[in-house]
């Protein structure tokens, strides 16, 4: 820590800033999935090899304290592409499952959103999105596509409406089976004892039970089993499917070269686009599981598939960065890396092997509010326009891309709604110092977990926890035995007081302030109750986008590029696809 503030003092004295006229510039979002702040060589690692990333760095600021707005995928991604709590857009979960798992869902991110891709569209900038989606699809018909990306502002789309999953890569296990047949296996033993002492009541004349509304009762109940059964049996051929606009184009996917036809997708639209200004969002399925890599990677790293998963995705990046270059579009472009919260500790192999990524110094990671679940890789480049080399310890977050690129593309503010992220612009050329976050509000789904406090005259950080996930770091299970932590009941511990840290000194959140400690205890606890209530009055009620009926599996919403009958087979995508048949 204290190394980065001299560091800090240091870039500063040395950069002078310079400001051209800045505006209209095209913008590349890179995202990683569940990549840690410790997996980066910009931020420490030595040995994951990242050269390309590390050049964002090099070439412009590296935000320190950079914070995704909720530790999990489907809710980060909501808050980063509308500037937005995901609590404002019925995007956070009331229930236990905070994300979307099923492409045939009727849940997604609502259309009377405004999203930043919807305002820089209308203002000329060709749009794509390519890589992982996770913010829905359809909502009542299996072609109305109403949260697809291209109704959201994209103009061309390739990638997974959902995400990547164990279940899609054979061999890789399932983050299903476990949770269905633990969730199941209980309604499943109650309907069969009471289907069964009903028909013993029955048979021996202690009660008349209907005897129809009993065979109805049988037939219902097999019906939704034998349902349940098909879809997970047939999981990756229904749910792991790879789109072109509105069109299947491989379902299954294939992991095969998959980075390289992402990156080929993103290389081929730059070109396309390299005399319009255009807006790139390159949203990786590395490095969430089930892990892969292609041949020219496998095995490379020194940190098994994980290490060889960031190093394929690093090349990636140095590919789109070499084809900016080749354009002549580098000082015409602000390209952003990130991830989308921090890497998943507890992803660990059938075989043992780690697949979760690395926090750094920091407590917990994916799914929990601690630092590790919500400080990621931040890193800006605009050649001549932001800082080079500069880091910024301040408050940042993932909201704050939103603001920041609507105005660069003089594209109007949305001003019927709140806008919780701020434009990043004078900090990342050093006009201020300090950001505008002095707040930040820290959701587990859809419950308030913790609050970030920078007051305005003090170098503090302070962090305040109402309760804390039943996570213990030494535990390889995490939390509950459970692959990822929840946000109520069993699954937590309530605080009260609360739990208090000091982020700018204790950024480990190891040892929890006391009013013997730290003398301000209650004051810092009034003043944060004062921002919570200001803060919860300004939220308004939102259809729950997460709700069990949004989260279910629809058979009427399903997409199959075959009839169900071939099991839902075709590729479009592979090398010599139209060739080759179905092996396996
Ligand atoms: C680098 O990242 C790997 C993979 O996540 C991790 O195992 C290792 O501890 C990290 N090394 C350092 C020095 O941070
Ligand atoms: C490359 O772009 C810069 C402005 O970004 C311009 O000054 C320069 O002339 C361009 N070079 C070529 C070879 O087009
Ligand atoms: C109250 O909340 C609103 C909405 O988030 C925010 O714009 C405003 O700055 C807050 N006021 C205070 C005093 O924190
Ligand atoms: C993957 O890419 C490599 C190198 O570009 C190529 O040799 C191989 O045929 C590709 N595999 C498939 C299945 O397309």
Not at 402 to 425: E, N, W
Request: charged share 15%.
């Amino acid at each position: 820590m204290k190394l980065l503030v001299f560091l800090i003092i240091c870039q500063r004295a040395i950069h002078s800033v310079k400001t051209h006229s800045a505006s209209n510039p095209n913008v590349i979002l890179l995202m990683a999935d569940d990549l840690g702040i410790g997996d980066l060589g910009c931020y420490g690692n030595r040995t994951l090899r990242t050269p390309n990333i590390d050049k964002l760095a090099e070439e412009g600021v590296t935000l320190t304290q950079h914070i995704a707005a909720s530790p999990l995928c489907t809710p980060s991604r909501a808050a980063f592409l509308t500037g937005r709590y995901p609590i404002r857009s019925g995007m956070a979960a009331f229930s236990r499952v905070g994300v979307f798992l099923f492409s045939a869902s009727s849940g997604g991110l609502p259309s009377e959103e405004v999203t930043f891709s919807k305002l820089l569209k209308q203002r000329g900038y060709a749009t794509a999105l390519i890589g992982k989606w996770h913010l829905g699809m359809n909502c009542e018909s299996s072609n109305d596509f109403c949260h697809h990306p291209l109704s959201h502002g994209f103009d061309y789309f390739y990638g997974l409406t959902v995400t990547n999953f164990r279940d899609c890569k054979p061999g890789q296990g399932s983050v299903f089976l476990k949770g269905v047949q633990k969730t199941l296996v209980i309604p499943i033993q109650i309907a069969g004892i009471t289907l069964v002492s009903l028909a013993i009541v029955q048979y021996i004349g202690l009660l008349k039970v209907p005897f129809q509304a009993l065979g109805y009762c049988m037939i219902i109940t097999a019906i939704s089993l034998a349902v349940l059964i098909f879809f997970f049996y047939h999981f990756r051929h229904l749910n792991c499917f790879l789109m072109r606009d509105h069109q299947i184009i491989q379902q299954p996917l294939s992991y095969e070269n998959l980075t390289q036809r992402l990156t080929k997708e993103a290389v081929q639209f730059i070109g396309r686009n390299s005399d319009a200004p255009f807006l790139l969002v390159l949203s990786y399925l590395h490095v969430h599981t089930a892990l892969y890599a292609s041949e020219n990677f496998r095995g490379k790293s020194k940190h098994g598939l994980y290490g060889d998963a960031v190093e394929e995705m690093d090349w990636s990046v140095g590919q789109i960065l070499d084809v900016l270059e080749k354009y002549n579009l580098t000082d015409k472009t602000l390209v952003y890396f990130t991830s989308d919260q921090g890497a998943h500790v507890e992803e660990i192999s059938s075989s043992g092997e780690v697949h979760g990524g690395y926090n750094g110094i920091y407590k917990g990671g994916k799914s929990m509010n601690w630092e590790g679940g919500i400080r990621v890789p931040g890193l800006l480049r605009w050649p001549g326009v932001v800082q080079a080399g500069a880091y910024i310890d301040e408050p940042t977050s993932n909201m704050d891309i939103f603001p920041t690129i609507v105005k660069l593309a003089k594209a109007q503010l949305p001003s019927d709604r709140i806008i919780d992220g701020h434009d990043l612009m004078p900090l990342l050329q050093g006009k201020v110092t300090r950001s505008k976050h002095e707040f930040l509000f820290h959701y587990c789904n859809a419950y308030l977990n913790a609050v970030r406090w920078h007051p305005g005259n003090s170098e503090s950080v302070w962090k305040v926890f109402f309760f804390t996930p039943n996570f213990s770091p030494e535990d390889s299970n995490g939390c509950y035995d459970s692959h990822v932590c929840f946000c109520h009941g069993g699954f937590i511990t309530w605080h009260d007081p609360p739990l208090l840290f000091d982020l700018s000194s204790d950024p480990e959140e190891k040892v929890p302030l006391t009013p013997e400690t730290e003398s301000r205890f209650y004051e810092i606890l009034r003043v944060i109750h004062l921002a919570v209530d200001n803060h919860t009055r300004s939220l308004h009620a939102a259809p729950d986008q997460l709700s069990w009926n949004n989260l279910l599996w629809k058979p009427w919403l399903q997409l199959c590029c075959s009839s169900l009958f071939q099991s839902c087979y075709c590729d479009y995508d592979s090398e010599g696809s139209l060739l080759e048949t179905h092996s396996g």
